[in-house]
């Protein structure tokens, strides 16, 4: 995710962090590279010109420049200004009012459309409401077959009336159907064609001019870029969206369009899509995002992530291991394992800050967990608590005896230390949700 912007902003912190003090021509130099890298990362050039006009009337001001940590202050505006281009606030979706609450879901076919009404329907009954999804595709079969398929795969009640001829029809039946039910929502899947069709969008129209919605939500494809930004636009003719969804984010190396979708658009973002499956869903906070762009992680939501990945039991007892002072291999390896659990390398490895990412995620794969696995196994129980311990000789030691190079036993040793400095790091902002006490 967002791989191209972070490598080039990472390049320009660097240096930034480096300068002592910083003089106007300094900030007008960095403003300069920061536009080359968003302009070459899909960012819009309008937008790219505001958010650097921004930054530079904030980072030339006496606060700025009479600064100990002058690059930090820069770094700090520049997120909080990509922040607040990202809409700044959390967008939260409307549940409330008469039910069933109508939730309706349009955008291009291949945006993620059915995928993403599956993970929000899931979302909300995982938060104890009643869904119902239907498809108003009345000409395409197969679309109502996805959605019926993924419904029953994720536990979603699907409904359909085949007597219904248009979407409005389908709608006025599902219903009805709902109040016998009791449903307390409704999402609502749309046809989507490869481009927007006029015959579509009328019928769209039909629906929206008719019926009370609570929720019309755009589905863009992130990965689509400025494309994304036109397809917002041939849609707001005819429907106005109260938010997006940006899909494939998790897809999305170059990094830019989310900042131009969100910006040219002017709707709030209220999830983004990360992944295929029917969890990897994320309500879209700004300030998360901007750190993520920025190539500064996103730990609370891996935090979050993880909370929800264990229960209150197991919580307790890696809180009394976590008591200790320090992380040791041991620890390291039953993480290890429950990072696995928890969702694939990579996306876990994406909410990383840039600087703990190198070494963790060469940890990829079954055979490398093996591997790791086999290196700590051949570690004496001093050596396992104390890594410290482990000079040259044993590290020469320990590959013989896990069948392994002396290289990896190497790399295993610095991925520990990236992993111990994550948790420090947790523990610093108060938030590690394995311990509970103070100074870990
Ligand atoms: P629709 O035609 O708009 O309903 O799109 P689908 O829901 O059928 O999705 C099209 C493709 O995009 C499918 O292969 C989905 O699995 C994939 N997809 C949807 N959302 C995401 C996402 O957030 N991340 C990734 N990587 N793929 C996604």
Not at 167 to 191: G, V
Not at 293 to 319: A, F, N, P, V
Request: hydrophobic content about 40%; aromatic content about 6%; some cysteine.
């Amino acid at each position: 995710m967002f791989e191209q912007l972070i490598n080039k902003f990472s390049g320009i912190f660097k240096k930034l962090r480096s300068k002592g003090k910083l003089n106007e021509q300094d900030v007008d130099a960095i403003l300069k590279e920061l536009r080359m890298v968003l302009l070459e990362s899909d960012v819009h050039y309008r937008v790219v010109k505001d958010l650097i006009a921004q930054v530079k009337e904030r980072a030339v001001g006496k606060e700025v420049l009479e600064s100990v940590t002058p690059g930090e202050m820069v770094i700090k505006i520049l997120w909080d200004e990509i922040r607040k281009v990202l809409g700044g606030n959390v967008s939260s979706l409307e549940t409330g009012g008469a039910m069933p609450v109508l939730i309706m879901l349009v955008g291009l076919q291949g945006s993620g459309k059915t995928t993403t009404l599956g993970k929000l329907a899931v979302r909300l009954k995982n938060q104890g409401l009643f869904p119902l999804a239907i498809s108003t595709d009345t000409r395409r079969p197969a679309a109502k077959e996805q959605l019926a398929i993924l419904c029953h795969n994720s536990g979603i009640d699907f409904y359909d009336d085949t007597k219904a001829l248009t979407p409005l029809q389908m709608i006025q039946s599902a219903i009805l159907h709902s109040r016998e039910k009791s449903y307390d929502l409704i999402f609502i899947d749309t046809a989507g064609r490869l481009h927007v069709e006029e015959e579509l969008l009328a019928e769209l129209k039909e629906v929206v001019d008719t019926i009370p919605l609570k929720e019309i939500l755009l589905v863009l494809d992130a990965t689509t870029g400025q494309e994304a930004v036109k397809v917002a636009q041939s849609f707001k003719e005819w429907v106005n969206p109260t938010g997006l969804i940006l899909s494939k984010v998790d897809t999305d190396a170059r990094g830019g369009a989310v900042l131009s979708i969100v910006a040219q658009t002017g709707w709030p973002v209220k999830f983004a899509g990360v992944g295929e499956k029917v969890d990897q869903l994320e309500v879209f906070h700004p300030d998360r995002m901007a750190s993520r762009i920025m190539g500064m992680g996103d730990t609370l939501t891996l935090i979050e992530k993880i909370e929800r990945s264990i229960d209150e039991e197991e919580k307790q007892k890696i809180g009394k291991k976590f008591g200790k002072k320090e992380l040791d291999l041991n620890d390291f390896m039953e993480e290890l394992k429950r990072v696995k659990e928890i969702g694939s390398f990579d996306e876990i490895v994406g909410m990383l800050p840039g600087n703990l990412r190198g070494g963790i995620s060469q940890i990829d794969g079954e055979k490398n967990i093996k591997r790791v696995q086999a290196i700590i196994q051949s570690m004496t129980p001093a050596e396992r608590t104390n890594p410290s311990l482990i000079n040259s000789s044993r590290r020469r030691r320990v590959a013989q005896g896990s069948g392994t190079t002396i290289q990896d036993v190497n790399r295993l040793l610095k991925q520990f230390e990236d992993f111990r400095k994550l948790w420090k790091q947790m523990n610093r902002t108060g938030k590690n949700p394995f311990s509970k006490r103070k100074g870990w």
